[in-house]
C-alpha cells in the first residue's frame, strides 16, 4: 500500500509539472484522456444549461402517451465524431431541426467553462453539421508548429491559430495582403517566416526595403531583386509592370482558342500554361509603405504619384501575371494621399499585429470584419508576435507566428539560394553579394563607458 500512494503522489506531482513547465506535454499525457471524460460526461447536461436542446417531437410525445410512459427529455446534437488532436479536442455534431450553427458558436465561450478548456471555437461544414475545435491549453503562448504541414505550391504555414491549426498564406487563394503593427509588435518576425517559407519553393523574391534595407538585406542571397531607398523602388515597380506586359503577351499567344481545345487548357494565367512555357512566379515584399508614399518636395511628390500607381496597377493586374504583393507597414490610411484606398481595396489578406490606436486597426478591418477591430486593439504589448488575420470573407483569427531569428532566417535563404531566379528585367536590381566596400562610419557618439 505504501508503494502505491508513492506511486500515486509521483504521479500526480508530474502531472502537475508538467502543466506548468510544458502543457503541451501534460496534454499528451494526462489532459487528453481527462478531457475525454468531461466532455461524455458532462455533454448532455451542459448542452441543456446552455440552451442547446430542442424539445421532443409530437410523434415522440404522442408514442410516450399511449404507452404510458415518462414524458421523453429534450435531445441535444447528437455526437459525430469525438477526436483528440496534440492542442486539443475535435467534436463533431449533427445538429437537431430547429437548431442552427450560429447557436453553437454563441455559446462557445460558455461551453469552454463548462467544459474546462482553454478555447473552443466553431464552424459549420455543411448543413446541419457543427464542429467544435476545443483547446487544452494556450497554444500561442509558446508556439510550437507541427512537424508535418499540408503543401502546395505557393502555400506558406506562417504561424498558428489559436485553435490549434495551422495558419498558411496561400498567394493562389489570396493574391496580395496587408500587414499591420505599431513598432515591436512582431512584423519582422512575420515577415522572416514568410521569406523563410518561400526560400524553399520556385518563386522570385523581389523586397523593397527603405530603412536602409536592413530588415531585407541580410536575405539578399535569396532575393532576386532589392531595392533600399524610393528611388531605386520606382525603378523597380516600373520593371515589374513592364514584365507583368509581357507575361500577358505570352498568354495571349498560347490562349489558342479553338472549338477542339478543351476549356481546361485555355489559358487565363500563367498557372493554365504548360510548364515548361510558366513564368516563374514573383513575390514583392514592401516593407514599412509608408516611406513610399510620403514626400516633402514637389519632385518627391510626382515621384510617389509613380509609386503607388504602379503598385495599384500591380495589384490590380498583377495576379493572372503571378505577381503577387505582400505590404507592410505601422498605418495605411487615407492621409498616405491619393490611390491609397484604391490600393488597400485590392490588399484581400488582412494581418494587423498590435496597434495602438483604432483608427489604425480600422484601416485593417473596419471595410471587412469589424469584429476584428476590438480584438486588434486589445492584443497586449508583451505578447509580441500575436496578431489577428481576416479577409474579406469577415471570418477572422488569432494567430502567432513561432520566433525566427534573423540569423535563422539567413540561413535558411542561403540554403536555398540556388533556388533565386535571375530574371533579365530584374538583372539591374539584383543585389550584391560580394562583401561590400567599406565606408566611414557616421559621427555617431556612444554612450560612455561607466567606471
Not at 467553462?113 to 448543413?127: A, C, D, L, Q, W
Not at 505599431?182 to 523563410?196: C, D, H, M, P, W
Amino acid at each position: 500500500m505504501t508503494w502505491f500512494m508513492v506511486a500515486v503522489v509521483v504521479v500526480v506531482a508530474t502531472a502537475g509539472l508538467l502543466r506548468w513547465r510544458r502543457p503541451a506535454w501534460y496534454w499528451l499525457t494526462f489532459g487528453v484522456t481527462f478531457a475525454v471524460v468531461r466532455v461524455l460526461v458532462r455533454y448532455g447536461s451542459v448542452m441543456d444549461a446552455c440552451g442547446l436542446t430542442v424539445p421532443p417531437s409530437r410523434w415522440r410525445l404522442t408514442l410516450a402517451r399511449v404507452a404510458n410512459r415518462p414524458v421523453p427529455e429534450s435531445r441535444p446534437p447528437r455526437i459525430l465524431r469525438l477526436r483528440p488532436t496534440r492542442t486539443g479536442l475535435v467534436l463533431r455534431l449533427k445538429l437537431r431541426p430547429g437548431q442552427d450553427a450560429f447557436d453553437i458558436a454563441a455559446a462557445s465561450d460558455r461551453l469552454r467553462h463548462s467544459f474546462s478548456m482553454y478555447g473552443v471555437t466553431s464552424r459549420e461544414i455543411r448543413s446541419g453539421v457543427v464542429e467544435l475545435r476545443m483547446t487544452g491549453y494556450d497554444v500561442l503562448k509558446r508556439v510550437q508548429m507541427p512537424a508535418k504541414t499540408d503543401t502546395a505550391p505557393m502555400r506558406v504555414p506562417v504561424a498558428l491559430r489559436e485553435d490549434g491549426t495551422v495558419h498558411y498564406r496561400d498567394y493562389r487563394a489570396i493574391p496580395h495582403a496587408l500587414t499591420l503593427g505599431a513598432t515591436e509588435s512582431g512584423k519582422s518576425v512575420y515577415q522572416r517566416n514568410l521569406v523563410a517559407g518561400l526560400a524553399p519553393m520556385d518563386v522570385a523574391l523581389v523586397g523593397i526595403d527603405c530603412k536602409q534595407g536592413v530588415e531585407l538585406f541580410p536575405l539578399a542571397r535569396r532575393f532576386s531583386a532589392l531595392a533600399d531607398n524610393p528611388d531605386t523602388a520606382a525603378e523597380l515597380l516600373d520593371a515589374l509592370v513592364a514584365h507583368m506586359e509581357d507575361v500577358y503577351q505570352l498568354i495571349r499567344a498560347e490562349q489558342r482558342i479553338t472549338a477542339d481545345v478543351p476549356d481546361a487548357e485555355i489559358a487565363a494565367g500563367i498557372w493554365n500554361l504548360p510548364e515548361h512555357l510558366r513564368p516563374v512566379p514573383i513575390v514583392v515584399l514592401v516593407d514599412e509603405v509608408a516611406e513610399l508614399a510620403l514626400f516633402a518636395t514637389k519632385d518627391e511628390e510626382k515621384r510617389r504619384d509613380r509609386i503607388i500607381t504602379a503598385l495599384a496597377r500591380l495589384a490590380q493586374l498583377g495576379r493572372a501575371a503571378g505577381i503577387y504583393l505582400e505590404i507592410c507597414g505601422q498605418r495605411f490610411g487615407s492621409e498616405l494621399g491619393k490611390g491609397i484606398t484604391m490600393l488597400r481595396a485590392q490588399l484581400t489578406g488582412r494581418t494587423a499585429h498590435r496597434v495602438n490606436d483604432e483608427s489604425s486597426a480600422n484601416m485593417a478591418f473596419g471595410d471587412i470584419a469589424p469584429d476584428a477591430v476590438l480584438a486588434a486593439i486589445q492584443i497586449p504589448a508583451d505578447m509580441r508576435g500575436l496578431a489577428i488575420a481576416g479577409d474579406s470573407t469577415g471570418g477572422w483569427h488569432r494567430i502567432r507566428a513561432p520566433h525566427t531569428t534573423l540569423r535563422q532566417a539567413v540561413n535558411t535563404c542561403n540554403r536555398h539560394a540556388d533556388r533565386t531566379p535571375h530574371l533579365a528585367v530584374l538583372a539591374p536590381f539584383r543585389p550584391t553579394l560580394g562583401i561590400p566596400k567599406p565606408v566611414a562610419a557616421p559621427a555617431v557618439e556612444s554612450i560612455p563607458a561607466t567606471p
